[in-house]
């Protein structure tokens, strides 16, 4: 069975730092494309970070420049670093997973638990 876990969210202020982590199990991130989503409470989930299966990664312009996505082929893994975190960052963040080097897109495949970022000072 493929699935994906998030973890790694927290309570952070404002300018502070969170790694988040999508776990795979049932299949090999290094030949899928990962995609980062969020939503925060009474707004649209939104996608923010993916990174393909050839290694390509994309950014929303909300985060480009404080979050970086990574991939850590044995942990079978992917990272969401996300660092200079603002007030409108908090947020449940998911991630989904799609064959190949085409991200997934927010009305295909399931949605796992998420994790929750907060921002609070």
């Known amino acids: 069975q493929q699935q994906l876990v998030e973890s790694g969210g927290g309570s952070v202020q404002p300018g502070g730092s969170l790694r988040l982590s999508c776990a795979a199990s049932?299949?090999?991130?290094?030949?899928?494309?990962i995609r980062w989503f969020r939503q925060a409470p009474g707004q649209a989930r939104e996608a923010i970070s993916c990174?393909?299966?050839?290694?390509?990664?994309y950014y929303a312009d909300s985060v480009k420049g404080r979050f970086t996505i990574s991939r850590d082929n044995i942990k079978n893994t992917v990272s969401l670093q996300m660092n200079s975190l603002r007030p409108e960052d908090p947020a449940v963040y998911y991630c989904?997973?799609?064959?190949?080097?085409?991200?997934?897109?927010?009305?295909?495949?399931?949605w796992g638990q998420g994790t929750q970022v907060t921002v609070s000072s």
């Open positions: 049932g299949f090999t991130v290094d030949s899928y494309a």
């Open positions: 989904k997973g799609r064959k190949g080097n085409y991200c997934p897109d927010l009305y295909s495949g399931s």
């Open positions: 990174i393909s299966a050839d290694g390509n990664t």
